[in-house]
């Protein structure tokens, strides 16, 4: 069982930054995947990053890459945005896959069990 808890979206202008917060509390499952989602409105939900709960390199949708980073801090999967652009806009959602084999990732959404409620992030001038 996984609890997941976002927080940290916001209005900000294009070119501007947010940091984003996930809170996993009841961690239990071993060899835990996270990730972060958006949904933009009207859209499907779509993949933007993903990092082993243990360790080891992010992966990052096209569309992100270097501009956010995902990273553990103690209980909290952030997800750090700069340059921000109009097109990141949506809600953006935490989630986590367990137990997965050392060294995969999912993108799918469908891959994933647990999810946040979500925290709308808004990039407009």
């Known amino acids: 069982q996984v609890n997941l808890v976002e927080s940290g979206g916001g209005l900000v202008q294009p070119g501007g930054s947010l940091r984003l917060s996930c809170a996993a509390s009841e961690v239990t499952v071993n060899n835990v995947v996270m990730a972060w989602y958006r949904q933009a409105s009207g859209k499907e939900r779509e993949f933007v990053a993903t990092k082993s709960w243990s360790g080891g390199s992010p992966y990052y949708a096209d569309s992100v890459r270097g501009r956010f980073t995902i990273s553990r801090d103690n209980d909290k999967l952030d997800l750090q945005m700069n340059s921000l652009r109009p097109e990141d806009t949506g809600v953006y959602y935490c989630?986590?896959?367990?137990?997965?084999?050392?060294?995969?990732?999912?993108?799918?959404?469908?891959?994933?069990?647990?999810w946040g409620q979500g925290t709308q992030v808004t990039v407009s001038s």
């Open positions: 989630a986590a896959a367990g137990p997965v084999p050392a060294g995969v990732y999912y993108t799918r959404p469908s891959r994933y069990t647990y």
